[in-house]
Each structure stands twice: as C-alpha cells, then as structure tokens.
C-alpha cells in the first residue's frame, strides 16, 4: 500500500465522495446509527470490530464484563462499514490507524470471513493502514497480504506456558509466526497481557522462541481487571501481588482498572534487548513501522523519521469550516494555534492531529 502526501482537504473530499458513491448501496440510516460512524478514535486508532464475544475462555478477559455473550458477526457488510467510518467525523482515509481484534477473536471460525471482508472494502476504498492482533492463525494467511501488503501482524501471548489461555496452545502460534513470516508479512510479538506471577516466569523462553520463529520486534501490554477477573486471578493462581498493583477502587462490577506492571515490563525489555529484539512502546507504533509511516504524536516518539507536513492545509482546513485561526508554532513537536472567530469542535483537533501526526494545543 503506498501512502502519497495528499492534503487535508483533498482527504476530506475523498470522504465526500466515498458517501456520495456508496449511499444507494447501504441502509444510511442502519449504517449512521452504528458504533462506527460515532465514536472517537482511541490512542492506538480507531478499533473496527467485525464481531462481538469470543469463545477462547481466557482468565483474564473481561469481554464477559462488558455484557457480551456469545460469538456473533457483524451484521454490517464491507461497504457498509466503509460508509459508516466515511461518515465518522473524526476519520480520516489513509491516515487514521485501524486496530482490529479488541472485543473479539478477529480469526474465530464465526468472524474469520467477516475479518477479511472489512479489511478487502477498507483497503479498497479508504486505504488505511490496518493492524490485526490475535491468539488464532488465520486459515489462509495469504489473505492478509491481499488485503493490505503492509499490514501490522501481532500474535499475542501472555505466558509461555500457556496456563491462562487454555484453549490456545503457545507452540501453536508460534509455528503460525513463522508460517506469516515466511510469506514477508512483519509479524510482531504481543505480550499482553503482562499477569504478576505468571507472564516473568519463562519469559526468557518464550522470547527466544519468538525470535527462532523470526520475530524482530515485540509490544509490551499491560493488564486491565475487572472485580469478576481479580478475583479468578487472584484464587486460582494465588497470585497476592496482582491485588497491590491495581491503579484505583473499582467503580462498580464492570469496571476495567489497569494494572501497575511497569517494574515487569522493564525486567522483560531488558532480556528482549539482549536477544536484539526491537521494543515498539505501543502497538500503533508497529502499524506505523509496518506501513512505513511516521508518528510523533506522543512522548515516546518519534517512530519512524517523522518530517513536519504543510502549514497551509491548516488555514484551508479551517477556512472550510469558517474559522480563523492563526498558528503560533508549527514544529516537528507540536502545533500550537489561536481560534481568531468562529466554533471550534473537539474533532477538529482529532483530524489536525491524525494527519500531521503532532499533538495539537488550541488556544
């Protein structure tokens, strides 16, 4: 996929004519009442999901919390999820990050052709770079390069012993890695999440076997806990320590509270540099890697060489939207403006900032 220095404006007409072409073949109104034409994009992307639930049963996943039961699809088609994230005030074709594989298995036998469905149509009419994370291997990984020959690959593991994902053998998916690799897609080691008393145990091995597969690079992922999966961790496993480390009081039975697990993921980026593994600090920075992109949005930055854009789609971006603004700083590190007249909206920052890659500070 090859990513050309089109301007904003020219990326927002894209999206115009993305919902002008597509319109009579979706049910706008099904379509513009769906999750993905609303929501915000997380710190890592937008999160596409072609699915809800999943049936792997591991220890720590919350999915159950979040009053999701059963494996079920997507009932949007490719095109209709294409219009949906054409409408999403705060997307942006080629440039927005796609995550896929957060509330479900993106590979299960229920999701699978829905997975590559969404990934053909965003390919095909957004062209933004996408990222797959998974425990399963897909039954035709070819796909994925037809799909996006780019694409960010992560295969997750939480233990090399596998005690916390029963239903996925660790062997299992290493042996896929070297199946993807093989076939020249940048496959990236997710470990994730890091579970106290369980993850640093024979980390070593499974670093190592990650590397024997091929791998170059991991993501470091931490813990999020319900009171429902505290306590199986905790009982199960013994595991005190998981107790101290949660960040704050849980708000009521649903609520995810991460872990403090920074001392771990120090102990492990330590053993990964001494086999030359490359660390990515999140995992938007292995999409950012795979699809040859730049990204200094945050401290951790920059990933890739990350050159500073054109000033001028600023002043036309928001002559369109009938504001004047003036820019006070416009560096590599941050955009810094002052609205003059006129109604600034919360997603004017969001798409400034996923085109530039900058963090964007209005005054």
Do not use: W
Request: charged share 30%; with cysteine.
């Amino acid at each position: 996929m090859i990513y050309t220095k089109e301007k904003l404006m020219d990326l927002l007409d894209a999206k115009r004519q993305i919902l002008k072409d597509l319109r009579d073949a979706v049910n706008v109104r099904k379509v513009v009442n769906n999750e993905h034409s609303q929501r915000k994009p997380i710190f890592c992307g937008m999160t596409v999901h072609p699915g809800d639930g999943c049936s792997l049963g591991c220890l720590y996943c919350y999915v159950c919390d979040m009053e999701i039961s059963g494996v079920k699809a997507s009932d949007l088609t490719g095109v209709e999820l294409v219009y949906a994230l054409a409408f999403n005030k705060y997307f942006l074709p080629k440039k927005t990050l796609i995550a896929i594989g957060s509330i479900t298995e993106p590979f299960l036998p229920e999701i699978e052709s829905k997975t590559y469905e969404f990934m053909e149509s965003i390919s095909k009419y957004l062209k933004n770079p996408i990222q797959v994370s998974t425990k399963l291997c897909p039954s035709d990984p070819r796909r994925l390069i037809e799909c996006d020959e780019c694409i960010s690959f992560l295969m997750s593991f939480s233990s090399y012993l596998g005690e916390l994902e029963p239903s996925v053998n660790v062997l299992d998916r290493i042996e896929c890695l070297k199946k993807i690799i093989s076939l020249g897609i940048e496959a990236v080691g997710f470990i994730r999440p890091i579970v106290p008393g369980i993850t640093e145990k024979h980390i070593d091995e499974l670093l190592i076997s990650l590397k024997e597969a091929g791998v170059r690079a991991i993501v470091l992922g931490s813990l999020r806990v319900t009171p429902r999966v505290l306590n199986i961790l905790s009982k199960r496993f013994h595991l005190k320590e998981i107790s101290k480390r949660v960040k704050r009081r849980f708000k009521d039975r649903n609520d995810q509270v991460p872990l403090d697990v920074r001392d771990l993921k120090m102990k492990i980026k330590k053993i990964a540099k001494e086999l030359g593994l490359r660390i990515f600090p999140f995992a938007c920075s292995a999409n950012i890697i795979s699809h040859k992109m730049s990204c200094n949005l945050c401290h951790l930055g920059p990933c890739g060489r990350h050159k500073i854009g054109d000033e001028e789609s600023i002043y036309e971006y928001f002559e369109s939207r009938r504001i004047k603004v003036e820019v006070l700083e416009f560096s590599r590190d941050i955009i810094v403006l002052k609205i003059v007249k006129g109604k600034y909206q919360s997603y004017d920052k969001v798409l400034l900032e996923t085109y530039y890659k900058i963090p964007v500070k209005v005054k």
